[in-house]
């Protein structure tokens, strides 16, 4: 009976123990599409997994068993606690963005996504203004097709929402290649921009569209079959390796934290993954 007294003498690794243990076990039930039934909108999965993430959090900042320890160890104790259960949720719990277990929850979140796309695809004109003269006609160029994308872009993900058929698929699925071509075209274009300033500004616009752009191509994915993402990929030209040196990982992480609500660091490691799994697939 060890295991008992392990768990009263420390309740708080056995709890996080637990959790970790629920949040996993949800995770890849979630990966097979189990769904264990429907709660509200999503599933009794992804609500355990949910749960399970938000007291885990919770527990990190638990700051009791650290108040023997003077004041600035205890803080930096609690921090790096904070910290690393953030990081192993992170790693544990598949990501927001490919979480989709039917079509209709991949749909609403791609709906979701799009006010924020067209909100940066509308800064790119106001970026224009920031750059030399000489390079502010190279920056319009290179990002002349974003409005009309994003538009038809959320205009498709509310058709799929309405109506999740095959054929509605095929159009949302390329065109949400057509815009991350777009957009990776213009990173690799704003790169040659030779004013260090201008360059900065054009590729951190370029990216807030891109980082978007990347999450919904991802959902995308979830709800496609293995030859449908292949096919995808195939027609992917500029393929991410080529601009992955233009991108800065910690403003995506920003964007991405901001929009589903959680820390900076758990988004930063989930925008790492993405970008693993695009690779893998051959983008």
Known sequence: MNFISNIWKHPKTS?????????SVAGVLSQQGVTLGKVGSGTVVTLASALATALLGLLAKDPGGVASQPAAATGSASQQAKLGAWMLIALLIPLPWMQGCTGT?????IVNWTPALQSA??????????????DAPIFAASTVGFDAASNLLAAQAKAYLANPSASVLAQLQNQIVTFQQQVNTALLQAARIVDQKSQQHAL??????GTIVTAILALVESISSKAQVAQMAAESGVKLAAVEPYLDEGRAAEIVA??????????????????????????
């Open 258 to 283: 901001a929009h589903y609500g959680e820390p900076v660091e758990v988004a930063r490691t989930q925008v790492a993954q993405a970008e693993r799994a695009e690779m893998s697939a051959g983008f």
């Open 121 to 134: 695809v509308a800064t790119l004109d106001s970026t224009a203004a920031l750059l030399a003269p000489a």
């Open 105 to 109: 929850s991949v749909a609403e979140n």
């Open 15 to 23: 709890s996080a123990g637990l959790l970790i243990a629920v949040a």
């Open 204 to 209: 951190a616009a370029i990216q807030g569209v």
